[in-house]
């Protein structure tokens, strides 16, 4: 008999800011109880409660039931930077671009169909503007090295057919009142989410219709008669069909063993900007920057409710656990406040607020963990580095397979190879976490 149970659970390091910026949320269920359902999803970030929004499009009378190990919005869904982007973004690249355009122009299509499924959710959550930007992005450079990197990537935009701007050190810090950056190059497509705000709505939208817990992680689940039992720990859902929606904690039951890397990513957030200080910091209240070089140094500013706030993201760490640690937590934290003070000289007495880690999943090869596993378990996971979008749409593509038998989007997952096998343990770790102090050191200004 089939039966996979749990090695861990999902534990965070730090509150995730986007979350803590918000207003109080009335707390959605625990699972307490028994109950039957048609699908259980588990996992309830983008790739999750897609799924589940899908399959209720798909079917409405599917019986349909979400987990989520923690408060939603407090895992790693909570924690990215919120760029849901459209175009390549090879993060193991020295400028985001690919090497096959035909490969390149259908994955910009598939983004796209991703981002007006998520631009459905924002209207039916009533999202403002301010947590659902259509505004696009800009790749900032603050090297030479970094402006090559931002025309290499314009002239690939350019055989793509895309559209992109490029800008002067001038018009970079007109935009955001910053005079680190050299050179720029804007893209339209990208739509900047708060990501919390974003998984809020959407879990309580889907509450309304379907069954939706948090608080509730899944300790293991087996195979009984034709469907199968998902236990958590206080009540137990006989359900037909599972889609796991949990990234890399996939591993965590046993499947895709040391094929998926688990990468932490650290963010800081600023305190409310002062009136005074949003006059002398100066440019656009919204703007949203990714580093010229992959490894380098992501900055958003973000202005509404919550205030006017730059968040900082920076450092990455490799962890087989699949968490990390308040020292590391603390060491990236200070490189944060460093990289802050270098772009913003002018702004020594903005001090940050919110710090926290987030875990991505990663494999070798770029390729996702995604398919049916199991007799009626099915994966939606390793979103390598891009879950906003992917997320997206492998919950989407998840959802087809479990209805329909598969779609244009499941297919484009289900034609990716296998992820390779990494190296045992310790080379793994050892390895790993070299080549991305070497990375980030090479990103320099970046």
């Given at each position: ?13 730090g509150a995730a800011g986007w979350n803590a910026i918000l ?296 962890h087989p656990t699949i968490e990390t640690s308040t020292m ?79 779609s244009e989007i499941a297919s484009h997952f289900l034609a ?31």
């Open positions: 008999m089939s039966r996979y149970d749990a090695k861990r659970l999902p534990r965070q390091t207003p109080p949320q009335d707390p959605l269920p625990v699972l307490d109880h028994d109950l039957t359902a048609d699908v259980t999803v588990i996992g309830g970030g983008f790739a999750g409660l897609t799924a589940a929004r899908r399959l209720h499009q798909l079917d409405p009378s599917l019986k349909v039931a979400v987990l989520e190990a923690g408060p939603f919005a407090e895992s790693s869904a909570g924690r990215n930077s919120g760029f849901m982007i459209d175009l390549p973004h090879d993060l193991a690249s020295d400028n985001y671009a690919g090497d096959a355009l035909e490969a390149d122009r259908a994955a910009i299509a598939m983004n796209r169909k991703a981002i007006a499924f998520a631009k459905g959710v924002a209207e039916d959550g009533a999202l403002p503007q301010e947590m659902f930007d259509q505004a696009g992005k800009i790749n900032a450079a603050a090297t030479r090295a970094g402006d090559r990197h931002n025309r290499d990537f314009a002239a690939y935009l350019e055989r793509l057919g895309e559209p992109h701007t490029l800008y002067s050190k001038a018009e970079m810090q007109e935009l955001t009142g910053c005079p680190h950056y050299t050179s720029g190059l804007y893209a339209p497509g990208t739509v900047m989410i708060q990501p919390a705000a974003y998984i809020r709505a959407l879990s309580a939208h889907l509450a309304g219709q379907i069954s939706v817990f948090e608080n509730s992680p899944v300790t293991g689940f087996e195979k009984q008669g034709n469907g199968w039992v998902v236990k958590s720990l206080k009540g137990r859902i006989t359900t037909g069909s599972i889609i796991l929606a949990n990234n890399g904690h996939l591993e965590s039951f046993g499947f895709y063993q040391r094929r998926l890397m688990h990468i932490c990513l650290y963010a800081s957030m600023t305190e409310r900007l002062t009136p005074e200080q949003v006059q002398r910091l100066g440019g656009e209240a919204r703007w949203s920057v990714t580093p010229a070089d992959p490894m380098g140094t992501s900055v958003r500013r973000i202005s509404g409710s919550y205030g006017d706030r730059i968040l900082v993201r920076t450092c990455s760490s490799f590391r937590l603390r060491n990236a934290a200070w490189v944060h406040d460093r990289k802050f003070k270098e772009r913003f000289p002018h702004m020594g007495d903005v001090q940050m607020e919110h710090r926290w880690a987030g875990m991505l999943c990663l494999s070798r090869n770029g390729s996702a963990a995604f398919g049916e596993l199991d007799q009626g378990v099915y994966s939606a996971c390793c979103q390598n580095g891009l879950g906003v979008a992917r997320g997206t749409l492998q919950g989407i593509g998840a959802a087809d397979l479990v209805v329909q038998g598969g990716q190879p296998e992820p390779p096998k990494l190296p045992l343990e310790p080379f793994a770790s050892l390895g790993a976490n070299t080549y991305l102090m070497w990375k980030e050191w090479r990103s320099g200004k970046e």
